[in-house]
């Protein structure tokens, strides 16, 4: 896409599928998504002559929705919002590693996926966790893993400076992540 | 040997990248000793395998709501360009 102009029904029929499960994803719910989906494409036209080539459009979009769904939660949510995002998993390595970093928590056999893939009762916890997750560790994880950004497009986005930090985002992530199914569902059988 | 709490982050990364050979030696040396960390790793393609392939990807914007956008979005951008 090479026009001067921005072309938001374009936009729309290229990426309205991404856009929109990744507010899904993040928000929970369809008429918000729609939403957001309709406000960053209008953000992007009216935009976008500060688009500079440098990401793929897809990038610069997410990075708009990105923005618009860290106001949505500034406006609606009553949690507060920590400074450090990663703050807390600080604590989750304590609880998870002694101090010569071997585990000292049991974990539980999950089986298979493919049971948990058709359980509707799953998906709502597993988005629950998802949606637990620091702003900043929901929007890695969703970008890199569901969308597939690229490692690059990842830190351009979520404006993460190397790739090493990536990594490191990544793995805390993830095992924030396993935690948080562990207890709301793995464990409760 | 590598601790469990660096394999959590090598196992992670593995997910990314093809790593070099010693560290995915070392990766496997650890995995062979180490009931813990195979069930971290069968926790984290588990977990891939759920968004990556399953769910995730089966959300699309509904046809009535990207026909609702086009139209708003139409209406609001008209005449600008
Ligand atoms: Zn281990």
Known sequence: ?189 | MLSCKKMTDLLSDSLETRLPWPKRWAMKLHLMVCVTCRRYRRHLLFMQKMLAGGRGKAMPLPEAARLRIKEKLAGKTKGWD
């Open chain 1, 1 to 189: 896409m090479t026009q001067l102009t921005g072309d938001p029904a374009a936009w729309l029929a290229d990426y309205g599928d991404a856009l929109y499960r990744y507010a899904m994803l993040r928000v929970r719910s369809e008429p918000l998504a729609e939403d957001m989906v309709q406000e960053t494409l209008l953000a992007a036209w009216q935009s976008f002559a500060q688009f500079n080539g440098q990401s793929s459009v897809k990038t610069w979009l997410i990075g708009i929705m990105k923005h618009k769904i860290i106001d949505h939660f500034r406006k609606y949510s009553h949690e507060t919002e920590s400074l450090d995002d990663f703050e807390d998993t600080d604590e989750l390595l304590a609880h998870s590693f002694d101090a010569d970093g071997h585990w000292k928590i049991k974990l539980i056999d999950w089986g298979t996926p493919d049971k948990s893939i058709n359980d509707e009762q799953f998906w709502q916890v597993f988005y629950r966790c998802l949606a637990r997750l620091p702003q900043n560790m929901a929007d890695l994880f969703i970008l890199r893993t569901v969308e597939g950004l690229s490692s690059e497009e990842c830190c351009k986005v979520l404006a993460i400076e190397t790739t090493n930090q990536l990594c490191v985002a990544l793995s805390r992530t993830r095992l924030k992540l396993r935690q948080c199914l562990e207890i709301q569902w793995f464990d409760q059988g």
